[in-house]
Nanobody, 125 residues
Framework: QAQLLESGGDLVQPGSSLRLSCKVS????????IGWFRQAPGKEREAVSCISSTDDSTYYRDSVKGRFTISRDNAKNTVYLQMNNLKPEDTAVYYC??????????????????WGQGTQVTVSS
């Protein structure tokens, strides 16, 4: 049974850093692209970043470029999202999701087969 488990969310001040982890089980990570999404209260879920299964190509939404870095460790079955210089507008529940093979459109939620339960990130002074 495929499962994804996010961790690393916390309450932090603006300008701080966090590293989110997405631990997968029940499937071989190297064949799957992993996306990070977030959803703030009252807003739609939005794509944050993705790392491709084939060549580790990475994708980011414009508002996080230069601040967030996605990476994967297939040996540990884990994908990471390093978030630096966090801003209050980054506050949301962050989800990871798995898509078999390279992403057709990394930003579309319906392209992903499995989802985690989410981890809360709150950026506030």
């Amino acid at each position: 049974q495929a499962q994804l488990l996010e961790s690393g969310g916390d309450l932090v001040q603006p300008g701080s850093s966090l590293r989110l982890s997405c631990k997968v089980s029940g499937f071989t990570l190297e064949y799957w692209s992993i996306g990070w999404f977030r959803q703030a209260p009252g807003k739609e879920r939005e794509a944050v970043s993705c790392i491709s299964s084939t060549d580790d190509s990475t994708y980011y939404r414009d508002s996080v470029k230069g601040r967030f870095t996605i990476s994967r460790d297939n040996a540990k079955n884990t994908v990471y999202l390093q978030m630096n210089n966090l801003k209050p507008e980054d506050t949301a529940v962050y989800y990871c999701a798995a898509d078999l093979g390279p992403p057709a459109d990394w930003s579309q939620t319906d392209g992903y087969d499995y989802w985690g339960q989410g981890t809360q990130v709150t950026v506030s002074s």
